[in-house]
């Protein structure tokens, strides 16, 4: 009995092999030479191509940058602490690949797709390669939409189209990371996906940054990508690569998608350092001579579709840090050269407490006013140039004992626009308030309103507007132009609001 059920048993196992067709499985296996400072040199793998993934024991996985001729130089992409040479490296046979989807939105991740967060495994299957050839020209349309930053100082006078290339550069600690961050806050609760991708930073900065998205209830419609400065230096190296290929997702999809790079003066140095571990040579100010070219292939990857394409656009804001105050350094001049403007931050203004600290003389977007709703065109038109002149002026009249009428009507009013460009963080406002309250400075009612009680002359416009004028509001907010009746209408409604906030009361 026990030697028939054993019978039949090798049969049904051999009946099994034989409907199994056994296909061998061929994988290319190389040895760690050497290891440390996140660079490894592997001896091996013949067929291995740039930017292909290897891994090695523990998981550890790492990127081919140099193909020597007796040994290829890998970036590790995790730390390698416990590598030890003579240790087995294995061919992945793919490139270098980040995940992409809407199960993205609203997670904290790393350029590999591991969860920083406490949300669980992603549960998106499709990944896109980290490098990818940016749009043909003849695939690029022209940058028409506005991208609204809530920010006066910005929407007013220095203004960012969907698509478009903004640099933020100013010193450290000069609130560079605020003004992206309320950016983002600001497409709330527009159809703009954002994705914050922070490199090098160190972690509180990311949490706060995070919370404040959360907070503001933005953090639903965004994409956290970080690598912190504790990091291995290939991870921090291709995060902002990552970053751009889920925005591209979206992208391609016809969709708006906004991404801010903090910062890439630590992507620069990262990079510096694995270029030197491989033993490249240094160049001007000891960088070496690509760098300017892994900046511009990641930048010019942001822009605008054409309509048979979709009309999707990516449009990026990448922070860049000065020391003091030199903006002609190599990456930063690198990096203006590359964007299409730049958005200044100046340490002197900050510390006056002029915040946003923007340098509005320093400041350009060469975009302009094509991506500004044809509201913002009319009340900003000469503002940037009569608030440029006023600073020079206060610094002439230091030194002057008498003004004529004029010139002292000129500061006077310069003095109130600087205050009614300052604006606290995390409250980014609508195109409506703006445009009411610019109005009013233009027209001069706040001339007589006492300097120290602007800020509440402003909040009593915006309350005003908002409350008797909510049709000719929407109409602004959608992009509409008004006539003659509804300027009337909403220059009324702004004087009536500070009526009471004469110098006399």
């Known amino acids: 009995m026990l030697e028939r059920t054993l019978e039949e048993s090798f049969d049904r196992v051999r009946a099994t092999i034989e409907r199994v067709e056994l296909q061998p499985k061929l994988s290319e296996i190389g040895t760690l030479l050497e290891v440390g400072g996140g660079i490894a040199r592997v001896r091996g793998l013949p067929t291995l191509g740039a930017e292909a993934l290897v891994r090695f024991p523990d998981g550890v996985l790492g990127l081919a940058v140099n193909l020597d001729e007796h040994e290829i130089g890998i970036v590790l992409l995790d730390q390698g602490d416990r590598l030890t040479p003579g240790a087995q490296v294995r061919a992945t046979g793919r490139q270098a690949d980040t995940p992409v989807g809407e199960a993205l939105l609203g997670r904290v991740i790393d350029a590999t797709g591991r969860p920083l967060d406490d949300g669980g495994p992603l549960s998106t299957t499709e990944r896109w390669p980290v490098e990818r050839p940016a749009p043909a020209i003849m695939e690029r349309a022209p940058?028409?939409?506005?991208?609204?930053?809530?920010?006066?100082?910005?929407?007013?006078?220095?203004?960012?189209?969907?698509?478009?290339?903004?640099?933020?550069?100013?010193?450290r600690q000069s609130g560079k990371t605020t003004v992206a961050i309320d950016t983002l806050i600001n497409q709330r609760d527009k159809d703009v996906l954002c994705i914050y991708c922070a490199i090098g930073q160190r972690g509180t900065a990311v949490a706060r940054a995070v919370d404040a998205l959360r907070g503001s209830g933005a953090l639903a419609r965004s994409i956290v990508v970080s690598a912190s400065g504790e990091d291995a230096p290939g991870l921090q190296y291709i995060t902002p690569y990552a970053a751009t290929a889920?925005?591209?997702?979206?992208?391609?999809?016809?969709?708006?998608?906004?991404?801010?790079?903090?910062?890439?003066t630590r992507h620069a140095r990262a990079y510096r350092e694995l270029s030197l571990l491989l033993r490249r040579p240094p160049g001007r100010e000891a960088y070496p001579g690509d760098i300017f070219y892994i900046h511009s292939r990641l930048l010019e990857r942001a822009t605008h579709l054409r309509e048979e394409l979709g009309g999707g656009s990516l449009t990026a804001l990448p922070i860049v840090e000065t020391q003091a105050q030199d903006i002609s350094a190599?990456?930063?001049?690198?990096?203006?050269?590359?964007?299409?403007?730049?958005?200044?931050?100046?340490?002197?203004?900050?510390r006056k407490g002029l915040l946003?600290?923007?340098?509005?003389?320093?400041?350009?977007?060469?975009?302009?006013?094509?991506?500004?709703?044809?509201?913002?065109?009319?009340?900003?038109?000469?503002?940037?140039?009569?608030?440029?002149?006023?600073?020079?002026?206060?610094?002439?009249?230091?030194?002057?004992?008498?003004?004529?009428e004029r010139t002292r009507q000129r500061i006077e009013?310069?003095?109130r626009v600087r205050q009614i460009l300052r604006q606290p963080a995390g409250q980014p406002l609508r195109a409506s308030e703006q445009v009411a309250v610019l109005l009013a400075t233009n027209e001069g009612h706040l001339d007589a309103v006492p300097t120290e009680r602007?800020?509440?002359?402003?909040?009593?416009i915006r309350e005003q507007v908002r409350a008797a004028l909510p049709a000719i509001c929407e109409r602004i907010d959608a992009g509409d132009d008004l006539d003659e009746p509804d300027w009337e209408q909403l220059e009324t409604a702004a004087a009536e609001a500070v009526s009471g906030l004469t110098e006399d009361d």
């Open 143 to 171: 940058v028409s939409t506005p991208l609204e930053s809530g920010i006066k100082a910005v929407d007013a006078m220095i203004p960012i189209g969907r698509g478009q290339r903004e640099l933020i550069v100013g010193d």
């Open 246 to 264: 889920m925005g591209e997702y979206f992208m391609q999809q016809g969709r708006d998608v906004l991404i801010v790079y903090d910062d890439l």
């Open 330 to 350: 190599y990456i930063p001049t690198n990096l203006i050269s590359i964007t299409d403007g730049q958005i200044y931050l100046s340490p002197t203004l900050f």
């Open 356 to 404: 946003p600290a923007i340098d509005v003389g320093r400041s350009v977007s060469r975009v302009g006013g094509k991506t500004q709703y044809p509201t913002f065109r009319q009340v900003a038109g000469d503002l940037r140039l009569a608030y440029t002149q006023f600073e020079e002026l206060e610094t002439f009249a230091r030194f002057a004992t008498r003004l004529d």
């Open 413 to 415: 009013r310069g003095r």
């Open 454 to 460: 602007v800020v509440e002359a402003e909040q009593r």
